[in-house]
């Protein structure tokens, strides 16, 4: 950020870094081991007499000093140099802050430089004593180089308590220095062996050959015996974070890993291997592909020390687009434009967001990423993004995936690097969903008599809208399923809900006679219940027409689990079709009463706003296949599960079989998130600091969608999803709390970032379990009065399922909803797809929309008028709303 970008989007300076730091580091460490393996074969040709041996000795020192010296110096300017230009912040706090250690690492290569051009150049004309001696000196100058450039590196992975303290010597005898100096020694003596199998396999001799390669085999299975151990104490030497990030929370991490621990017997049985006499052309190949072999394990070595960093390039300290730590809440307040220097765009407006997105780019994604490039290309990575898909990313990125940095910069900062990765790198343009003209389907309001008819009939679906998804060749999210509940009343002066001697029948209105669309949803029910479901039978094993049955806990006859989809026959999309509910004497079979209810269902679930692909039927609703994959894709990627490739073998998936789910009795898997705190407690972080639009965006209730689920009296009165449940984070937070109550480790990671709105802290919400502990409708109706203004039902919730709206009775046994409609249908409520299919019982008995007995009009049950409240306080009050005027 204070420093001009370097840019080559097309390679990437992380790449050039690697290339060039990873042939430097190999050579550097075969410096230090290769100067006791010059030292301890000479002594051995003085041991054994062997003249062989000592002219072998003389011809690897060349070969040495023209590779350490030459090329290891080239390569080690090389470092130098691409380091200053793609990380100048991080080498500027390493030279000002270790200025003394290098200038002591600059004493030890110039005594290395110096050692090693007198051991070479005296060989055999200075006596042996004094020989070896300059052979220790130079082993011992290089070993003390690999002392001091080791605390350095590895304060970049453990600095200590050196980012409060500023010490030199708590960030150089930093938590990793030791088992970092133990392994990289262990290293060094190990490439020591290699290299020296490079330089034997070309001697002439045969005798020699043998002899040598064995000799050098062992310099390669004595380290890889005992770098375990150190591995092991390097690992658990780091933090708890960045052991996790190399053991599997960062999917890029794990192939190097499973290389890295793989190549150690690879290593050893080949060092056994190379010692068997055989041809010398095959001898020969061996150690050429061992010197290659030992590039690859240096180089997934540094790969996982570095990715260990993540996100930063000197951990806790400086992020790896060089912004420091400390510097992130003054550009989040003030902006990242206003605070680089770098930079010509210093506000944002209309007419320069692309191009202040660009300049926020290059800082911010540049540093790690290309653009159409060989490493971390950019371009594949947000294809699948929508404008608002992308912005959402980069307000979550670094949250629950934290190997990258998190954004830096204000909302419409994040909003002008959304946009140029969106409408400029990828040539987007910008799209609205368009407001949708909805079809107004006719509604036949059931005949009524007030004056002959004996039965009142009420029916409803328990639910404002059962969210499902199509994607059956890949998964479910939840299965089709919806719940009639039905009471009937015997009218008169004092009206009883009829509990025996009669028939309840439901049966759906022509054209969604059998489930349709895309949506198999028998064949996840074996995964989830143990049991096949027929065709045309739902998880309880009710079609879409049947008998009722009746719940004595409530009073109540219900069809429970309908396969209800939102496709008729003809595959016109209608997420409101009708039911007629009847009631018949169960001795005569005489119709008693008749009345009809919706049972919403919708597919409009928004996941390919951030998932990719299409609806599945354009421009209406439905998982395509290409959402679905990425789904599972991303699901895979953040929590190691392998349920891509389970589905593409034919296995379907069903969230519920894993997450625990009340409203389908799901058990879930022990220690396992339930499904709606897991779900909100994921894209709570990538949807911060928004209003209802957060809902909106995954659940059909956008007002301008083809859904529009939110479409009850509340709606009307300018209520959104906030009113009773809190912003996303709120909501979040509620189930995660409770989740962690239950000691579930994945809550935590989710709550890690969130911060709620409506209240000063975390603790101060109340957890709660999803479908039991729901807001109580009393927390603004209080004494079932109008609520006062403001008024919130967030973080009051009821106590068990007999509080809940939606099994709550009155004093009388009639259920609240059997009255008043149900969840975001409350009465008067205005369908989009016809103005009384949610109020066709107000309209069939009272005609008006309103609650049933509203205004006085106890008539409906009583036929007589009432003077006092018998079903609960206040339900004498006149009722008057601008929704319905």
């Known amino acids: 950020m204070n420093y001009p970008v370097w840019w080559i989007p097309s390679v990437g300076g992380g790449l050039l870094i690697a290339i060039i730091s990873i042939v430097h580091v190999y050579v550097a460490h075969f410096a230090v081991g290769g100067g006791l393996f010059l030292v301890i074969t000479e002594m051995k040709a003085y041991r054994e007499d062997s003249k062989d041996i000592l002219a072998y000795t003389k011809r690897h020192t060349r070969f040495f000093l023209l590779l350490t010296m030459v090329f290891g110096s080239i390569t080690g300017v090389g470092i130098w140099f691409i380091i200053s230009l793609v990380h100048p912040s991080a080498t500027s706090v390493l030279i000002h802050s270790f200025v003394f250690g290098w200038a002591t690492e600059w004493v030890f290569f110039v005594g290395e430089i110096v050692a090693l051009f007198v051991y070479f150049y005296t060989f055999g004309r200075m006596d042996r004593r004094n020989h070896l001696l300059i052979g220790w000196f130079y082993f011992i100058f290089a070993w003390l180089s690999l002392f001091v450039i080791n605390g350095i590196v590895a304060f970049m992975l453990t600095p200590g308590a050196w980012p409060v303290s500023g010490n030199f010597w708590e960030g150089f005898f930093n938590p990793t220095f030791l088992p970092s100096l133990f392994f990289r020694t262990l290293l060094a003596f190990m490439f020591a062996g290699i290299f020296g199998l490079l330089t034997s396999s070309f001697l002439k001799d045969r005798a020699l050959r043998e002899t040598m390669m064995r000799y050098c085999a062992r310099w390669l299975l004595g380290p890889v015996i005992l770098m375990p151990v150190f591995s092991y104490w390097y690992l658990n030497s780091i933090t708890d974070s960045s052991k996790s990030m190399i053991l599997g929370r960062s999917p890029e991490i794990i192939p190097f890993f499973t290389f890295f621990i793989w190549m150690m017997p690879v290593l050893f049985l080949g060092g056994l291997i190379i010692s068997i006499r055989m041809p010398s052309v095959i001898k020969r190949s061996f150690a050429v592909v061992f010197v290659f072999m030992g590039l690859l394990y240096m180089g997934s070595f540094e790969w996982i020390r570095e990715a260990a960093r993540r996100p930063y390039v000197i951990y806790g300290y400086m992020y790896s687009n060089s912004v420091l730590k400390s510097e992130i809440d003054d550009i989040n307040r003030e902006g990242l434009l206003r605070k680089a220097k770098w930079v010509k765009n210093r506000d944002l407006t209309d007419s320069n967001t692309r191009d202040a997105g660009r300049e926020i780019f290059n800082i911010q994604c540049l540093p790690c990423h290309t653009v159409g490039g060989l490493m971390n290309d950019i371009l594949p990575i947000t294809d699948k993004f929508t ?227 299409s609806w599945r039927i354009k421009g209406v609703a439905g998982l395509s296949n290409e959402t679905a994959m990425d789904i599972l894709s991303v699901h895979d990627r953040m929590s190691t599960t392998n349920l891509l490739e389970s589905a593409v073998r034919g296995k379907l998936m069903l969230c519920q079989t894993c997450h625990a789910d009340p409203a389908i009795n799901a058990e879930g898997k022990p220690g396992v998130l339930n499904f709606s705190a897991a779900m909100h407690g994921l894209h709570a972080n990538y949807l911060t600091g928004r209003g209802d639009e957060a809902c909106n965006s995954c659940h059909p209730s956008h007002p301008n969608g083809r859904s ?118 409350v009465y008067p409520a205005q369908n989009p797809y016809g103005k009384d299919r949610d109020v066709i019982q107000p309209m069939q008995y009272q005609k008006n929309p309103y609650p049933i007995g509203a205004n006085k009009n106890c008539r409906v049950c009583h036929t007589v008028d009432m003077e006092d409240e018998m079903h609960h306080p206040n339900s004498l009050r006149m009722v008057r709303n601008r929704f319905v005027e």
């Open 387 to 613: 404008l608002f898909g992308m912005d959402s990313m980069l307000n979550g990125i670094g949250t629950i995936n934290d190997y990258m940095p998190p954004f830096m910069g204000t909302t419409n900062e994040r909003k002008a690097l959304a946009s140029y990765i969106v409408n400029e790198l990828h040539k987007k343009a910008e799209e609205k969903e368009p407001i949708m003209k909805l079809p107004q389907l006719p509604t036949i309001i059931p005949s009524f008599d007030d004056e002959k008819d004996e039965y009142v009939l009420l029916a409803w679906n328990d639910l404002g809208m059962h969210c499902i998804t199509d994607s059956d060749k890949y998964f479910s999210i939840l299965p089709p399923g919806n719940t009639i509940y039905a009471q009937l009343i015997r009218r008169g002066e004092l009206p009883e809900v009829v509990l025996e001697g009669v028939d309840l029948s439901y049966k759906v209105e022509p054209g969604f006679e059998r489930p349709s669309g895309h949506v198999p949803f028998w064949k996840f029910a074996e995964s989830l219940f143990g049991r096949a479901i027929q065709p045309d039978t739902g998880l309880a094993g009710k079609g879409m027409s049947g008998s009722m049955n009746f719940r004595e806990a409530h009073s109540v006859f219900t069809a429970e689990l309908i396969p209800v989809v939102p496709y008729g026959a003809d595959g016109s999309y209608n997420p409101y079709p009708l039911f007629t509910i009847e009631a018949q004497d169960k001795n005569t079979g005489k119709l008693l009463a008749k009345t009809r209810c919706v049972a919403p269902a919708s597919t409009q679930l928004g996941c390919k706003t951030c998932h990719g692909g």
């Open 708 to 825: 529009r689920c939110f479409r009850g009296v509340h709606a009307g009165m300018g209520l959104t999803c906030i009113s009773c449940h809190g912003t996303l984070e709120d909501h979040a937070l509620s189930l995660l709390l409770k989740e962690q109550e239950a000691g579930k480790p994945g809550a935590e990671r989710l709550m890690r970032h969130l911060k709620p709105r409506l209240v000063d802290r975390k603790e101060d919400i109340k957890p709660r379990t999803p479908w039991m502990n729901e807001p109580d409708c009393l927390n603004c109706h209080v004494d079932f009065e109008a609520p006062e203004k403001g008024a919130s039902g967030f973080n009051q919730w009821t106590k068990g399922p007999e509080d809940l709206y939606r099994l709550r009775a009155d004093e009388a046994g009639i259920l609240c909803q059997g009255c008043h409609g149900n969840t975001h249908a």
